[in-house]
């Protein structure tokens, strides 16, 4: 388990050391976090800096011992300064995935991970790296990872965190709708990113592309990660509760049921979420492939409340028992 006392003393350090960057610079505290990132990586400080400041950041960085933390130690640690960031300069696009449902992923991909010698994954909307770090900090075994992310400052934000907790990753700053240069993975994680799609052009690339207007992002990531996903292959989406409404939704049907096959659909707690429009489950699939075969039936539960361990149990012990009964690997 994770010493939250070591995490409270790195998230005090990135805290106060971005602050001073970003009293110093002007620049955003994301921006100013990503900076002393760097420099914890690098191991120094730029001899720019005046003599006050070098001195107040390294008395903070000073603190810290890198190989007497935990990856998870870390990653907590960074999760909550970009927590602090997100809520100083919040934007619609900048968005973390719980921790509880991070943990929750984890354990799903635990129990389908290829039992061979080396394990790929994907994630084409990684954000801070949050979610796949928390995934890949719980298994036994290393797992190479791919990660790409549209937006600089997540892709940047993923970056140091990543490298602080020495994961296995390579990092793509790009729109993952574009043609992307990855090799079939045996995983796929990801938070799916909600919306219209504006490059018709790109879109019109995929089965899954409107009818008429912009498409939804949110489909053509989904056939996307279907297109870079070995056959036999598992995927593990974070999805709203209303993808499969509209009148697209029939496409999106018919392109699953072509090309997948549904393990299961488990609702996150609607505690979680402000607005019950709002709501988000996980979405399990496997791509088809020579001895896929579908579930005796499929995985289908409500949640409860993560800050209910009784029920929580009772609910991990029923989807314990249909991995060992109705999953067929």
């Known amino acids: 388990m994770p010493d939250f006392k070591k995490v409270e003393t ?16 002007k620049k955003s505290y994301l921006d100013t976090l990503i900076e002393t990132g760097e420099y914890l990586l690098q191991g120094g400080l730029p001899d720019t800096f005046d003599k006050q400041t070098t001195e107040a950041l390294l008395s903070y960085y000073n603190k810290i011992q890198f190989e007497e933390l935990s990856k998870e130690e870390i990653r907590k640690g960074f999760q909550l300064a970009i927590l602090k960031g997100m809520q100083k300069n919040m934007q619609s696009q900048h968005a973390m995935t719980p ?14 991970i290829p039992n061979k010698d080396r394990v790929t994954l994907l994630d084409p909307a990684i954000g801070t790296g949050n979610l796949v770090s928390a995934i890949l900090n719980q298994q036994a075994k290393p797992i190479f990872s791919y990660g790409a992310e549209v937006d600089e400052t997540m892709i940047k934000l993923a970056y140091v ?7 296995d990753i390579q990092l793509y700053h790009q ?12 995983l796929v994680v990801s938070d799916l990113p909600v919306g219209y799609y504006p490059d018709e052009q790109t879109a019109s690339n995929y089965q899954l592309k409107a009818g008429s207007g912009h498409s939804f992002s949110h489909h053509l990531m989904i056939e996307q990660a279907l297109n870079h996903t070995k056959d ?4 593990f989406f974070i999805i709203p509760n209303f993808l499969f409404a509209g009148d697209e939704s029939k496409r999106l049907n018919q392109f699953l049921k072509d090309e997948a096959v549904i393990h299961g659909l488990l609702q996150l707690p609607l505690t979680m979420f402000k607005k019950e429009e709002q709501a988000k489950s996980i979405f399990f699939l496997q791509k088809k492939g020579e001895g896929v075969r579908p579930p005796k039936e499929a995985l289908m539960a409500e949640l409860p409340s993560f800050s209910e361990p009784k029920a929580l149990q009772n609910i991990m012990l029923k989807i314990d028992s249909w991995f060992s009964g109705s999953f067929k690997s």
């Open 175 to 186: 729109d993952s709708i574009q043609p992307l240069m990855i090799d079939p993975v045996d």
């Open 99 to 112: 921790d509880a449902v991070a943990m929750f992923m984890g354990y799903l991909v635990n129990k389908t």
């Open 161 to 167: 965190s990543m490298n602080a907790q020495e994961q």
């Open 232 to 235: 036999g292959g598992y995927l």
């Open 10 to 25: 790195l998230y005090e350090m990135l805290h106060n050391t971005a602050s001073i960057l970003s009293n110093k610079s």
